[in-house]
């Protein structure tokens, strides 16, 4: 069983700033991905940022150089800082992590976090 827990979204203005983070614990042998996704109201589930385990970083195009995304892997642990936040960045965003148990690799979803840009 592996716990995917977020925290940190809210209510924002427009040119704002947010800091998700996004810790796993449980019974897997090591993790090859994390990442988060969002979902706006009526938009399907897209991929804003991933981390791989060898640190390559892959971005949404309309969230490249305003979002960043960072890893701690001694906690199991991912970070998305969100700055110059827009209208259009409202949605929940899920944690998403790659495992490997013993038998096979595995993603795990946290429950999703409300990120609300308004002024």
């Known amino acids: 069983q592996v716990h995917v827990v977020e925290s940190g979204g809210g209510l924002v203005q427009p040119g704002g700033s947010l800091r998700l983070s996004c810790a796993a614990s449980?019974?897997?042998?090591?993790?090859?991905?994390m990442g988060w996704y969002r979902q706006g109201p009526g938009k399907q589930r897209e991929l804003v940022a991933a981390?791989?385990?060898?640190?390559?970083?892959n971005y949404l195009p309309s969230v490249r150089g305003r979002f960043t995304i960072s890893r701690d892997n001694a906690k199991n642990s991912v970070y998305l800082q969100m700055n110059s936040l827009k209208p259009e960045d409202t949605a929940v965003y899920y944690c998403?992590?790659?495992?490997?148990?013993?038998?096979?690799?595995?993603?795990?979803w946290g429950q999703g976090i409300q990120v609300t840009v308004s002024s």
């Open positions: 981390s791989s385990s060898s640190g390559k970083t």
């Open positions: 998403n992590v790659g495992t490997v148990v013993a038998s096979g690799r595995y993603d795990y």
């Open positions: 449980g019974n897997f042998f090591s993790i090859y991905a």
